[in-house]
Nanobody, 115 residues
């Protein structure tokens, strides 16, 4: 059974940094594409960043230059390094694992950017 567990969220001041982790169980992690999504209160979930099994990363325009997605296949873990955080980055961040036509979601971790 595939499980995803996010961690690393919290309260941070504007301009600060956080690193989110997404630990995956199950096989074939290295063959999976990984993505980060977020949902702010009253808004729909939006895509933030993704990284393919081959290591190609893509970012939403709103986070480009500030966020970095990475993965460690030996640890079955994906990361999202978030720098220069803004209040509008406040949301629940969730990771998604995609393998062929199967998608798995974690429960999410809260990120709050506030002074």
């Amino acid at each position: 059974q595939v499980q995803l567990v996010e961690s690393g969220g919290g309260l941070v001041q504007p301009g600060g940094s956080l690193r989110l982790s997404c630990a995956a169980s199950g096989s074939f992690f290295s063959a999976s594409d990984m993505g980060w999504y977020r949902q702010a209160p009253g808004k729909e979930r939006e895509w933030v960043a993704s990284i393919t099994s081959g290591g190609t990363a893509n970012y939403a325009d709103s986070v480009k230059g500030r966020f970095t997605i990475s993965r460690d296949n030996a640890k079955n873990t994906a990361y999202l390094q978030m720098n220069s955080l803004k209040p509008e980055d406040t949301a629940v961040y969730s990771c998604r694992r995609s393998l062929i036509n199967n998608h798995y979601w974690g429960q999410g971790t809260q990120v709050t950017v506030s002074s």
